[in-house]
């Protein structure tokens, strides 16, 4: 239940009895997030003052420019979560491998892992655009005691006991679901306090917003090139308006309040498109999810598939339900038509 004014620490503790294990430890998670987050916004919304813009100089796991910022970001979450001993286990898109915490007493008792995209889109950090960081919270499969192992971090994203992106926009937002709708808080900078704003969001059931890097068009495949034509052809609300800003958090976060649909496929120079699946689509796929849209690889659900490494690319299709069950079928039809043709050849080949 939301109530006028209420801020993020109320409505934690004011909504802690829905989570099935409701020990408060899920909920100072949550909390430590959000210091984090503000700490960090505080750097980007002074990028420009200081002389932090611009590469590191280092390039991470993906072979991508790091920027200043990732770095940033990167250390103050990974501090934050691990001076407060909350978490037994963080992976961050940053780092190459997953970091175990064994606890001040050296116990491994702590029950989550938390998975991170600590500063998305940060290529539009330099030229003042919208950023922002992506988290997954599971629970631990390993034993509690026991140090956490890969197999912790690679749950399917229906395991997810929490998800949320924080967005550092002309406002800051923090949105984030633990599996019971989807709720935004934005940041009053002057108290330092995050109010809902945004209660229950609810993503539109279908729009007229397509978010995709049309520059790729030549090498996307047959069906999302179809896909688009549908969406430029003059017929009942069609053409579609095309909004790409290149920070997908904030690609995401407009078109679940206007209504749109977000696509990141395969293309023919990235097999498994660019986005991580664990740090990036499972999160959104939640939250999205969670406010009645829908998630997609193209063919099937996002949150069912099984990850195989911590640093998995997926294909992503992602908004109003409608839409993205249009673009699957167009990616369907494809796919048919090609194994038909195939099929076609190899008998007249015979
Ligand atoms: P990043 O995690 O390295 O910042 O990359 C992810 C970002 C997404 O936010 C965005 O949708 C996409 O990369 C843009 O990529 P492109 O420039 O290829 O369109
Ligand atoms: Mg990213």
């Known amino acids: 239940m939301s109530k006028p004014n209420q801020t993020l620490g109320e409505f934690i503790i004011e909504n802690q009895s829905d989570f099935a294990y409701s020990s408060g430890e899920l909920s100072r998670l949550i909390n430590s997030i959000r210091l984090a987050a503000k700490v960090v916004n505080h750097e980007v919304n002074k990028a420009g003052l200081v002389d932090i813009v611009g590469a590191y100089g280092e390039t991470n796991i993906q072979g991508e420019d790091q920027q200043k910022l990732d770095v940033y970001a990167n250390n103050k979450f990974i501090q934050t979560l691990t001076n407060r001993e909350i978490v037994c286990g963080i992976a961050s898109e940053e780092n190459d491998d997953f970091i175990r915490i064994e606890g001040h007493k050296g116990d491994h008792q702590n029950k989550y892992v938390v998975l991170i995209d600590p500063l998305d889109g940060s290529s539009n950090i330099d030229v003042n655009v919208s950023v922002g960081t992506i988290f997954s919270i599971y629970r631990r499969v390993t034993p509690i005691g026991t140090p956490v192992e890969l197999e912790d971090f690679l749950q399917p994203g229906n395991n997810q006991v929490a998800a949320g992106y924080i967005i550092y926009g002309t406002s800051t937002m923090l949105v984030y679901t633990t599996g019971h709708g989807t709720n935004g808080f934005t940041l009053n900078p002057a108290l330092g306090s995050w109010y809902l704003s945004h209660p229950d969001m609810k ?148």
């Open 203 to 350: 993503f539109p059931e279908s729009g007229t917003i397509y978010s995709i890097n049309e520059g790729n068009y030549v090498h996307f495949p047959q069906g999302v090139k179809d896909y688009i034509k549908y969406c430029q052809e003059e017929k009942d609300d069609r053409p579609y308006t095309s909004r790409y800003i290149g920070s997908m958090v904030s690609d995401i976060h407009r078109n679940m309040i206007k209504g749109g649909i977000f696509m990141y496929p395969k293309s023919s120079k990235a097999n498994n498109g660019k986005l991580r699946l664990l740090y990036e689509c499972n999160p959104m796929a939640f939250i999205v999810e969670q406010a009645g849209g829908k998630a997609s690889d193209g063919f099937q659900r996002i949150l069912n598939i099984k990850p195989t490494e911590l640093h998995q690319r997926i294909p992503f299709f992602c908004g109003s339900k409608k839409m993205v069950e249009k673009a699957e079928e167009f990616m369907r039809v494809s796919e048919e038509t090609k194994k038909d043709q195939a099929q076609e050849l190899s008998f007249s080949n015979k």
